[in-house]
């Protein structure tokens, strides 16, 4: 399916943690290429938050990775305690 002149893709953010305050999990459309900062917006993310790991296939990506499609970005927020 195209979306505008980009193709459209599913990605699936899955968060664990206090992100869930922040973000919600589920599967969203986006344009192939978008990047992984479009995607935590689409999820719900208004503003910096500190301390959010993104991962995909359990390694550490940047916000500004972009999707091809099929992904599953899961978000957790770093806590500190003791």
């Given amino acids: 399916m195209l979306f505008g002149k980009r193709e ?3 990605v699936t953010v899955v968060v ?5 305050r922040f ?3 589920g599967t969203y459309g986006l344009r192939s290429g978008d990047k992984v900062r479009v995607l935590l917006k689409r999820a719900g993310l208004s ?3 500190g301390g959010l790991s993104c991962l995909i296939e ?3 990506v940047d916000p500004s990775k972009k ?4 992904e599953i970005v ?3 927020q770093m806590v500190a305690g003791g």
Avoid at 67 to 70: A, D, M, R
């Fill in 58 to 60: 359990g390694e550490r």
């Fill in 8 to 10: 459209s893709i599913q």
């Fill in 23 to 25: 973000l919600k999990a």
């Fill in 67 to 70: 999707l091809t499609g099929g």
């Fill in 74 to 76: 899961t978000v957790l």
């Fill in 16 to 20: 664990h943690g206090p992100a869930a």
């Fill in 47 to 49: 503003g910096a938050v």
